[in-house]
């Protein structure tokens, strides 16, 4: 076991006692796997909520579920306070990322295929692979996956240039959110899973005057509100903890490339809960999203 893997499993300010235990046990891959499976489950469930809440009010909704789950596990206020001035600005740079990359992206899927709004998340992650690589063997292994994601992904240009706009604000903020989820996740005792619940905390004071009038039918609808509590544990709890996990065990330039399986996941998902059979190209961008993914050397 690794310093990182004891440190993540020993700390239980950063995992739990239980889920450091597990975390020390599963590989970091798993834990992206679960992740990449919720990250379109959550938003295909927010999509058909939108008439209901708005765009802006999905997205309070979704942040303040988490928010008000991980207030009590980790304890924001405690882990703000005892952070050095140099965490705090990156707590708050993380939170702050969080809102506006929630928001823009809903009001991107409102507008916007979600297969474009999803090429326009990728370009970036590339960037972030392109800076990790260390050999030829991962730079092919990025061409293998990214050819595979251009088969999945119907790319086509939009008319909509405010949701272009929205699309690409999203993409840079996914960026941001790879990059400051890892400092995160690499941060000393104290941060990991418990910084981004100060995170998630902040990123609520954000949106908290932003979306609330969309977000009131919900508050007086028991359906409406479980459904949308739904979309939050979906879409905020369940794959930014298990980004988290997997962040602080693997290099970036590897967890922006393991990225390319999104598409693989968004296919398997429309198979199985729409389904959405997929053609024999579909077929074949997932074979070579998965064989670029399986020949990449991770950086040691």
Not at 5 to 14: D, I, M, N, W, Y
Not at 64 to 90: C, G, M, V
Not at 102 to 118: E, G, I, T
């Amino acid at each position: 076991m690794d310093d990182q893997t004891q440190a993540l499993a020993a700390s239980p300010a950063r995992a739990g006692p239980a889920l450091g235990g597990l975390a020390a046990r599963l590989p970091p891959h798993v834990w992206f796997g679960v992740s990449a499976v919720f990250h379109y489950l959550g938003p295909a469930f927010a999509v058909l909520l939108f008439p209901h809440v708005g765009v802006l009010g999905m997205a309070w909704l979704r942040i303040a579920t988490a928010a008000l789950i991980f207030a009590p596990l980790t304890r924001p206020w405690r882990t703000f306070a005892r952070a050095d001035r140099s965490t705090r600005l990156l707590l708050l740079a993380f939170g702050a990322c969080l809102a506006v990359m929630n928001c823009s992206f809903y009001l991107a899927l409102d507008r916007l295929p979600m297969s474009l709004v999803a090429a326009v998340e990728f370009v970036g992650t590339i960037g972030i692979a392109l800076i990790g690589l260390r050999s030829p063997r991962n730079l092919a292994a990025l061409a293998v996956a990214v050819t595979g994601t251009l088969l999945l992904i119907d790319v086509k240009w939009s008319s909509d240039p405010l949701g272009l706009f929205w699309a690409f604000l999203n993409g840079a903020l996914f960026v941001g959110y790879i990059v400051l989820g890892h400092r995160v996740a690499r941060a000393g005792a104290g941060v990991g899973i418990a910084g981004l619940g100060a995170a998630m905390a902040i990123a609520f004071i954000v949106v908290l005057p932003i979306g609330l009038t969309d977000a009131l039918p919900a508050l007086f609808s028991p359906l409406l509100l479980l459904a949308a509590i739904g979309v939050g544990i979906c879409s905020s709890v369940i794959p930014y903890i298990c980004d988290q996990l997997a962040m602080s065990r693997l290099p970036r330039a590897s967890f922006a490339l393991m990225l390319s399986l999104l598409p693989v996941t968004a296919t398997l998902i429309g198979v199985i809960v729409l389904r959405q059979i997929p053609s024999p190209t579909d077929c074949l961008g997932i074979a070579l999203v998965v064989a670029g993914v399986a020949f990449h050397k991770p950086a040691r």
